[in-house]
Nanobody, 115 residues
Framework: QVQLVESGGGLVQPGGSLRLSCAASRSIFSISAMGWYRQAPGKQRELVAIITSGSRITYADSVKGRFTISGDYDKNTVYLQMNNLKPEDTAVYYC?????????WGQGAQVIVSS
């Protein structure tokens, strides 16, 4: 079974930066989109950013201008560069991949923004 593995989370001060990475455990064909979601304590999981196989990108309004998503579909890898982090960005960040309508989720990476 294919797995998505996130890395790069951690603790950072407000205004700092982190880069999250997500890679598939093996090659996956027919992926139409990869993206990042996050879930803060007591809140629902929400979209952060998506990049399609055609390089169309969508961002949540709350992260526009601060976060950048990029992907390599040949390597089934997606990245999230997070700059100017705020305490409200604290959450578990999950990557996912849409393969022919089936959504594959990673296990999550904790990001804590605190002084």
């Amino acid at each position: 079974q294919v797995q998505l593995v996130e890395s790069g989370g951690g603790l950072v001060q407000p205004g700092g930066s982190l880069r999250l990475s997500c890679a598939a455990s093996r090659s996956i064909f027919s992926i139409s989109a990869m993206g990042w979601y996050r879930q803060a304590p007591g809140k629902q999981r929400e979209l952060v950013a998506i990049i399609t196989s055609g390089s169309r990108i969508t961002y949540a309004d709350s992260v526009k201008g601060r976060f950048t998503i990029s992907g390599d579909y040949d390597k089934n890898t997606v990245y999230l560069q997070m700059n100017n982090l705020k305490p409200e960005d604290t959450a578990v960040y999950y990557c996912n991949a849409d393969r022919l309508g089936t959504i594959i989720w990673g296990q999550g990476a904790q990001v804590i923004v605190s002084s």
